[in-house]
DNA sequence: AAATAAGTTTTGGCAATCCTAATTTCAATG
DNA sequence: CATTGAAATTAGGATTGCCAAAACTTATTT
């Protein structure tokens, strides 16, 4: 039996870029530069300074004009800081009542300076919490998630019947105009109509106090993850 | 009516500079540049440099070769900062039933990244807490402070009768060791004897399980603040 | 006053991260 | 196969923070 290596402490940028490649492979290609750059809202030409770091460190490896791909050592790191980041995330929101839309941007901060012994205490006082406040799953102790591949509502049809599984989390103004529609994680939908020429869709909205009708648009809708429940 | 000016956000280590200069002002000096090194453990010539930074940015003003002291807005920022720490350290305890030996450090590293908001959040939870798990003040929100200045055990004399006010919250190791002796903020203790040539203090324990009879060496005892109750 | 000890500052460097501007590479097109 | 446009990389700089070693100031001692 080896004993895990213990695993050095990153720097808060590097985790930042681990977090942000391991999003970017999710989709299945390598990362590219210009992703990477737009990700963490830093100019290409930074990127590739770090990258070649991250690879001397044997965090990634890194196919020039390729892009750049998660070593096992890169994805247990992004995997340590994703579950840091929302076990936060639910803590802040269960226990200290924060509101949804600000949990994203206070946990970004702490997850670079919170020990693991503090965020298992979190975990611990939540009962291991397995998705945090906007439906993302939460890796495991030894690096374990269940990443499933949803669909976003845009792609749904009318007349299905479906159950919101996730939101993106990081534009607050998005996800409070979410919250007054009353959409969010384990709400029912059932859409009613898809307007051609990339226009708005109408769903009901089971959950809202009597149920309710609500047209979102289609930027919006692809930022909402859904699990299809049934054709009416 | 001014409106009170937004303080900008300081980096990590300009925090820890306020801190460390304030709390060597405490004694009523000026800051000296190998103080502040020793405190920090860093050198000198770094401290040097980082200083007239400080003083650059109107945090500090400096007297080459004689010292350094805080402006308005340093002892201001130094609070704030103070603050913060001191309430995760409560939240820490109270809440998340962090060792007493291991708040320190990790609200070391959290204090720079927490926001105001969420600190008050914090501090609303416990009910607006005035000390800190080691029996140091937490500033208002407003920067108000009452910083008593209090004698060491190891200045007191045998026969008197104090209660411990404070203790040094730096080494995890000697807070574990006066845990075990039963001396924490709030107990109260008999002097019954202290050695010659810098001799263990001999002392009795009230609040330990039916009282104890406990020598302490010189050096500890002068991280432990004690107020005066009465004497023998 | 001169010498010395103690403390402080300056100098010159290094590492991490970021930037802009210029250059190189890749792949697609005429 | 030469051209071209997009993408990526390199070059050259800035900033923040740190350090060790050298130079300097102050204060004390002879």
Same mark, same amino acid.
């Given at each position: 039996?080896?004993?895990?290596?213990? =695993?050095?402490?990153?720097?808060?940028?590097?985790?930042?870029?681990?977090?942000?490649?391991?999003?970017?492979?999710?989709?299945?290609?390598?990362?590219?530069?210009?992703?990477?750059?737009?990700?963490?809202?830093?100019?290409?030409?930074?990127?590739?300074?770090?990258?070649?770091?991250?690879?001397?460190?044997?965090?990634?490896?890194?196919? =020039?004009?390729? &892009?750049?791909?998660?070593?096992?050592?890169?994805?247990?790191?992004?995997?340590?800081?994703?579950?840091?980041? %929302?076990?936060?995330?639910?803590?802040?929101?269960?226990?200290?009542?924060?509101?949804?839309?600000?949990?994203?941007?206070?946990?970004? %901060?702490?997850?670079?300076?919170?020990?693991?012994?503090?965020?298992?205490?979190?975990?611990?006082?939540?009962?291991?919490?397995?998705?945090?406040?906007? &439906?993302?799953?939460?890796?495991?102790?030894?690096?374990?998630?269940?990443?499933?591949?949803? %669909?976003?509502?845009?792609?749904?049809?009318?007349?299905?019947?479906?159950?919101?599984?996730?939101?993106?989390?990081?534009?607050?103004?998005?996800?409070?105009?979410?919250?007054?529609? &009353?959409?969010? =994680?384990?709400?029912?939908?059932?859409?009613?109509?898809?307007?051609?020429?990339?226009?708005?869709?109408?769903?009901?909205?089971?959950?809202?106090? &009597?149920?309710?009708?609500?047209?979102?648009?289609?930027?919006?809708?692809?930022?909402?993850?859904?699990?299809?429940?049934?054709?009416?």
């Amino acid at each position: 039996m080896t004993a895990s290596p213990e =695993p050095q402490p990153l720097t808060g940028p590097v985790e930042d870029y681990l977090k942000a490649i391991y999003d970017l492979e999710l989709v299945g290609s390598p990362a590219s530069t210009n992703d990477i750059a737009d990700r963490l809202a830093i100019s290409p030409a930074s990127v590739s300074g770090m990258v070649r770091r991250l690879a001397d460190q044997g965090l990634v490896s890194h196919e =020039p004009y390729r &892009g750049v791909r998660l070593t096992g050592d890169g994805r247990r790191a992004a995997l340590r800081t994703l579950r840091r980041h %929302r076990i936060l995330e639910c803590y802040l929101t269960e226990v200290l009542q924060y509101p949804w839309d600000q949990v994203h941007a206070e946990a970004e %901060r702490l997850e670079h300076a919170a020990s693991e012994e503090l965020v298992e205490r979190m975990a611990a006082a939540l009962g291991d919490p397995v998705q945090d406040p906007h &439906g993302a799953p939460i890796p495991t102790r030894d690096g374990r998630v269940e990443e499933s591949t949803l %669909r976003t509502l845009a792609e749904a049809a009318p007349g299905e019947q479906v159950r919101v599984r996730r939101v993106h989390d990081k534009e607050p103004a998005r996800l409070r105009y979410l919250a007054e529609l &009353g959409i969010r =994680p384990g709400c029912h939908l059932r859409i009613l109509d898809k307007a051609p020429f990339d226009g708005p869709i109408t769903v009901w909205v089971e959950d809202a106090v &009597g149920g309710a009708t609500r047209a979102v648009g289609v930027g919006l809708a692809a930022q909402v993850y859904v699990e299809s429940e049934g054709q009416a």
